[in-house]
């Protein structure tokens, strides 16, 4: 079974700050993870996602994130955050088949001027 | 190449009645999702069709029910709508067929129940 923990149901940076939103997994198979961002009254959008090779993965608007398997983690970054930013953002594991595929609860980011 | 498309967008119903949601996979996925995702919550898996067939379904009672059409579209439906029905229904889809390498969402309904 799969299951993810999100660290942190909202976090405020400045703008230009470091975004560092927490993702850490549970899984009985090898995973693939996402990182979807959802911006008011809209669906979810894929900003990245690992399925295999390289554990360092680079998404859309300067985002990634990084596969650490002995930490069961799949933390997403920004060096620079942008008002724009500011949403909400769902980490998911899977397996490789996609029948098992589960959200987190969510992070909402504030963004601050 | 359209993305996943759901309709309608918007919709109220009254306690009691049924409803149906409806969604066009994006070209050339053959599986599809649903999801009920509640405000301030994280979307919660309904079910899944692939192949005409429901594949996979979560904690949801009867009441919810699907089908998925020879050209991969999909209807959810819901029966004897409650209050807590209300929530933004998302519809997946991906392709299994060529491989699974994650899901397209939708836009979303957004349900009210009154």
């Known amino acids: 079974a799969q299951s993810v923990t999100q660290l942190g149901s909202h976090v405020s940076v400045s703008e230009g700050a470091l975004v560092l939103l927490r993702c850490n997994y549970s899984?009985?198979?090898?995973?693939?993870l996402f990182w979807y961002v959802q911006y008011p009254n809209q669906g979810l959008q894929l900003l990245l996602k690992?399925?295999?090779?390289?554990?360092l993965v680079k998404g859309i608007n300067g985002f990634e994130a990084e596969f650490k398997k002995s930490e069961t983690s799949f933390h997403l970054t920004k060096p620079s955050a942008h008002m724009s930013d500011a949403a909400e953002y769902f980490c998911a594991v899977s397996s490789a088949t996609g029948n098992q595929f589960y959200f987190g609860t969510g992070t909402s980011l504030t963004v601050i001027p | 190449d359209a993305g996943v498309t759901q309709s309608p967008t918007h919709l109220i119903k009254t306690r009691g009645q049924q409803v149906t949601l409806r969604c066009s996979p994006k070209s050339g996925h053959d599986t599809v999702s649903w999801y009920q995702q509640a405000l301030g919550q994280g979307p919660q898996f309904i079910f899944q069709y692939y192949e005409e067939e429901e594949r996979q379904r979560g904690n949801f009672p009867d009441r919810f029910s699907g089908h998925q059409f020879p050209n991969y579209s999909s209807e959810l439906n819901v029966n004897a709508l409650l209050l807590g029905d209300s929530a933004l229904y998302l519809c997946?889809?991906?392709?299994?067929?060529?491989?699974?390498?994650?899901?397209?969402f939708g836009s979303g309904t957004r349900l009210t129940v009154v």
């Open positions: 899984s009985s198979v090898p995973p693939y």
């Open positions: 690992y399925t295999t090779g390289a554990t």
């Open positions: 997946a889809s991906s392709s299994l067929g060529q491989g699974f390498s994650g899901y397209t």
